[in-house]
């Protein structure tokens, strides 16, 4: 069983700056991928970024250039960096953990006022 807590998020003027960190514990295994996932309100779910054992990221178009997903692996935590906040990026921001099962987060709400 994997235990994942999130944490970083509030509210913020469009144009600021968010950390939100998610720290995993239980049976992570070495190799794994960990990603953040939103969802708005009335909205599905969507892929932020994520960001393999190895290191390799994928990020969503929409959040480009503004937006960085970083590991610590001896902390088994993810990071993401949200520059240049929109308020389009208002949600609630989901962590995900994927080795031989899928675990989710509950959740930090992030709000971005124009």
């Known amino acids: 069983q994997v235990q994942l807590v999130e944490s970083g998020g509030g509210l913020v003027q469009a144009g600021g700056s968010l950390r939100l960190s998610c720290a995993a514990s239980g049976s992570i295994f070495s190799i794994n991928t960990m990603g953040w996932y939103r969802q708005a309100p009335g909205k599905q779910r969507e892929l932020v970024a994520v960001i393999t054992s190895g290191g390799s990221t994928n990020y969503a178009d929409s959040v480009k250039g503004r937006f960085t997903i970083s590991r610590e692996s001896a902390k088994n935590t993810v990071y993401l960096q949200m520059n240049s906040l929109k308020p389009e990026d208002t949600g609630v921001y989901y962590c995900?953990?994927?080795?031989?099962?899928?675990?989710w987060g509950q959740g930090t709400q992030v709000t971005v006022s124009s």
């Open positions: 995900k953990l994927v080795n031989t099962r899928v675990y």
